[in-house]
């Protein structure tokens, strides 16, 4: 089992920035990689973006946010983080982090099996 824990979410201004935070606990050595995903009221959660550590270190990002945001690890701490700069309003949603066991494909939702509880990000215009 994984637990995941988000955090660093808040309100900002269309413009600014912030840092959130994904900290993994307990078999962590079965997870070898993670995705950040995002979901807005009546809409379906979408794939922000993620990394790959295993064999060296590879991100993703989706199209809606390359240049602007970007994937790191900490991997003492069992921890990655989502920078994310130059917010737009449709950047607002419940941000979510992901991990599981096997996951060929970061970008498919059905993939993972671990979940965090999600942190609020609002950019206002």
């Known amino acids: 089992q994984v637990q995941l824990v988000e955090s660093g979410g808040g309100v900002v201004q269309a413009g600014g920035s912030l840092r959130l935070s994904c900290a993994a606990s307990g078999r962590t050595s079965s997870s070898s990689a993670m995705g950040w995903f995002r979901q807005a009221p009546g809409k379906e959660r979408e794939f922000v973006g993620g990394i790959r550590w295993s064999g060296g270190s590879i991100t993703y990002y989706a199209d809606s946010v390359k240049g602007r945001f970007t994937i790191s690890r900490d991997s003492a701490k069992n921890t990655v983080f989502l920078q994310m700069n130059s917010l737009k309003p449709e950047d607002t949603a419940v941000y979510y982090c992901?991990?599981?066991?096997?996951?060929?494909?970061?970008?498919?939702?059905?993939?993972?099996?671990?979940w965090g509880q999600g942190t609020q990000v609002t950019v206002s215009s």
């Open positions: 992901a991990t599981g066991s096997r996951i060929p494909n970061l970008r498919a939702v059905t993939q993972y099996n671990y």
